[in-house]
C-alpha cells in the first residue's frame, strides 16, 4: 500500500513546484468533515476553496453525477444537452439577469464577461475596451485576469501585463470616477474581496459604482466567483448590497466540487453572436448535472439563509475571541466568509497548529485567517472549531521580530 510519505516524494519529484501543500493526504468528505490516508478526521473549513458550499458528497450533488455519468457526460454545444437548461433556468429564476454562458473555472467566466464588456465597449461606446478594477481583488490566473487582478505578486513576474486593466483602490468610489476615462467599457468588483483578505466594502460603495456605471454607461460588474451560491447568506453576494449588476460571474460553488464557471448578463448587455465565444467543456452535462442537484438544494432548502443565521452565530463567537486575545486586530465578513486579522504574521503557524488539532482553514495572508466553511456547517461544528481555534491562539507564540 502506498503511504503518505510516497504520496509526497511523488509530488515532490514529478510536479512543478507551484504550491506550497500542506503536508495531508484527503482521502474522503462528508458533511464538513474530512479524512486522511491515516484514518484522521478534520473539520474543513476551506470547503476546497469555498467550492463544497453543501459540503463534501453531499447526496443530491453524487447521485445526480452518478445518474449523468451513466447517461451522458459530454456533447459539444452543437448540440442540446439538458442539465445546462435546467440549471440555466434556475440561476436565471432566481437572479437579476436574463442569459447565461457556462464556462469551466472562474478565470475562463471572467475572461468571458470581459469579452463581453469589450464588444459592448466596441458597439456602443466608441470602441472604449478598457475594465476598471480593484487593489486587492482576485480575478483568476490567465494572462489577461493577472491583469486584472490588483495584486502585485500576482504581476511582477509576468509583465508586460495584457493591456486594458485598471487597478484602483477599492471601496472607494472617487478612484473609479477619476480612473474613468473615454476609454473605459465596464468596472469590475468583487462585492466582497475574498482572496484578498475578507475585504467588506461601506453598505453603499456597490450603490455608488452602480450609480455611476449608469451615468456613463458603464458595464457594472461583479465577480461573484466567491461570493456566489450563498456564500454571503444570498444566494448571490450582490443581493445583500441592494443593486442589480448588468453582469456576474460564477464559479467555485456552482458546481459543487465540479469544475463549472458561468457569467450572466442583463438582455440589454446580450452582445454575444454565434462565433463570438464558445468552450469544448462549457456546460459539460456532467458538471452541470452536479450544479443542478446542488442549486436546487441551495434554493429548495433556502441554504442562504442558513448561512446567514450560522454566520452570525460563528462571527459572535470569533468576536469573543478578539476580546480574549489582545492581538486580535479584526474580525470582519458576511455569511460565512470570515476573515480574522492579527497584529502581528502569526497566521500560518496558527493555521499549521489547528491543523495538527483536527481543524482545516487557510492562512489567506501572512496576518490574516480566512473561514470559509460548507454553508451547511452546524453549530456544534462551529463551536469545535472556535475552541480549536482558541487554543491555537493561546499556544503559537507572536513570531520573532524580523
Ligand atoms: C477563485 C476566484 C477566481 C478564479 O477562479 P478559478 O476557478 O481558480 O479560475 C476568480 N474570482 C474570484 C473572486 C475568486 O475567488
Redesign the pocket.
Known sequence: MTNATDWKAIEAKYYMQVVRRRPLVLVRGEGTKVFDDQGREFLDFTAG??VLNLGHAHPAVTAAIRDQAGQIMQMSNLYYTTPQLKLAQILIDHSCFDRIFFA???????EGASKLARKYGKQRLNGAHEIITTFN??????QA?MAATGQPHYQENWKPLMPGFVNVEYNNIDAIKRATTDKTCAVLV?PV???GGVNVPAPDYLKKVQAWCKEKKLLFMV?????GMGRLGTLFGYQQFGVEPDVM?L??ALGAGA?L?AFLCKQEFSVLEPGDHGSTFGGNALTTAAGWAAAKVMVDENIPAKAARTGVYFMGKLAALKEKHSFVRDVRGMGLLIGFELADNRSAALMQECEKNGLLVNSVRPNTIRFMPPLTVSNAEIDRAVEIFDRALSTVPAPKPA
Do not use: C, L, Y
Request: hydrophobic share 25%.
Open positions: 476553496w469555498a469551466n473555472s472562474g478565470a475562463e467566466a471572467n481583488s482576485f480575478h483568476g490566473r490567465t485576469m468583487e474581496q475574498g482572496e465577480d461573484e466567483v466567491q461570493t460571474t464559479a467555485k469544475p464557471g
